[in-house]
């Protein structure tokens, strides 16, 4: 397996060495994809609606990229759509549905869970004030539903179900073959089809995206998630499934999102994809093993942690704790200090400090949610990496407490 770049000095704790911890919230570019994109930063600018040789090669750079994410889909290259990321992905997924099947008298009421991103319950948020009805399932105390319990939501007016994959803060991974299966199977009952879309934004590094096994209607990525460049992502959207654009404009992705294509942008997605999908197997055995590593020196460290997640249906590389008596910013600034960069939570909400819906949901206690901290791994870890964090680990979490006790 092709290492990704590693930027950071080997020893850690060395000046000017950084361990990056954050993978889940943003991961290096990779070279193979800067090297696919440069051309299109370049000399090859041309627009790709453009009628003259240079836009006939951006054109066809644009079509190749759809191509290879079509394969990895199991898709055809016109069920492909590209955006500008996961988060206009999703808004477009459950929007562009949901107001096409209200159109279609078909219903106004969406099925999701509590923990989703915010990219797709401020959607749903959103369609609440133009009459739709959301209905957000509970999870259990892992972060899981049950394929039965998202079947049994569905109505004969149910417009759209979005499940996430697999939770950004914690690590859950859903069952979603199954969901699929049960939604379908209940869909038929009720007489008709009821589109399921799935956030799949954290998954693509460590799961297959095939979306006949999976048996979902609408699928989003974002590429900056597994080395593509930010400002690049894909909308999977089944032929037949109805969809109102939600970008109108020149009628560019088949009328689906309009505006110039950024070129550069699919055909480093479609490139790190690729290469992201080849790696799966290698990248989770890595991340395994250097977050069994990172835990046990953790708990070594700090016998009191306490693990999110599922125990075992969560992603290789996420490793989500809390601390009792202190605040995760407080923490993540102590190890920032520590050039140990980090996550409170999930970086996409960490500009609001609030406790995580996510962790509220599964029904961790206020006190201990707030001192949550995620860290997410990357292959190219080394284990001397891992053992540094470990050990710098006690020190910033009493740092932690300190800073939260009431002056004397
Ligand atoms: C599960 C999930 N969905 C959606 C998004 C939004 O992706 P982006 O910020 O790249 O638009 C993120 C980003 O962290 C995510 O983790």
Redesign the pocket.
């Given at each position: 397996m092709t290492p990704p770049p590693v930027t950071e000095p080997e020893a850690p704790g060395a000046p000017g060495a950084v361990v990056y911890l954050d993978s889940?919230?943003s991961a290096a570019l990779r070279p193979e994809a800067l090297e696919a994109m440069l051309p299109y930063l370049t000399g090859e600018y041309a627009n790709p609606s453009a009628h003259h040789e240079r836009g006939r090669r951006a054109h066809e750079a644009m079509e190749g990229a759809r191509d290879a994410v079509a394969e990895v889909f199991g898709a055809i290259p016109e069920e492909i759509v590209f955006t500008s990321?996961?988060?206009?992905s999703?808004n477009a997924a459950v929007k562009g549905v949901a107001l096409a099947q209200s159109e279609a008298g078909v219903g106004r009421h969406i099925v999701t869970t509590e923990i989703e991103?915010h990219?797709?319950l401020h959607s749903a948020q959103y369609l609440e004030r133009f009459g739709f009805e959301v209905e957000l399932l509970p999870v259990d105390e892992c972060g899981r539903v049950t394929p039965d319990q998202v079947a049994a939501s569905l109505r004969p007016d149910t417009a759209l179900v979005s499940i996430?994959y697999?939770?950004?803060e914690v690590g859950t991974v859903q069952p979603l073959a199954e969901i699929a299966r049960a939604v379908r199977d209940r869909a038929h009952a009720l007489g008709r089809r009821v589109p399921l879309h799935t956030?799949a934004?954290?998954v693509a590094n460590t799961h297959a995206l095939d979306v006949d096994a999976l048996g979902v209607d609408l699928l989003?990525l974002?590429g900056?998630?597994f080395g593509g460049p930010?400002g690049s992502?894909v909308l999977y959207l089944r032929r037949g499934i109805p969809f109102l654009e939600q970008i109108s404009g020149g009628g560019q992705e088949r009328q689906r999102r309009s505006g110039t294509e950024n070129v550069p942008g699919a055909v480093g997605f479609a490139s790190a994809l690729r290469l992201a999908q080849d790696e799966r197997e290698a990248f989770s055995a890595r991340t395994s093993v250097l977050r069994d590593r990172l835990l046990r020196g953790m708990r070594e460290a700090c016998p009191e942690v306490r693990v999110n997640g599922h125990p075992t249906e969560h992603l290789p590389h996420n490793l989500h704790v809390c601390f009792s008596d202190l605040e995760g910013e407080t923490l993540v600034a102590a190890l920032d200090a520590r050039a140990i960069e980090c996550s409170a939570g999930?970086?996409?909400t960490s500009a609001t400090w609030e406790p995580s819906h996510v962790l509220l949901a599964m029904g961790v206690p206020i006190d201990l949610a707030i001192g949550s901290l995620r860290m997410t791994l990357w292959p190219s870890l080394t284990e001397e990496q891992i053992d540094y964090v470990a050990g710098e680990l006690p020190e910033a979490v009493a740092q932690s407490r300190r800073a939260v006790l009431p002056a004397p």
């Open positions: 889940a919230a990321g996961g988060t206009e999703i991103h990219a797709v996430g697999a939770n950004n956030d934004v954290q989003s974002s900056h998630k930010k992502g999930a970086a996409c």
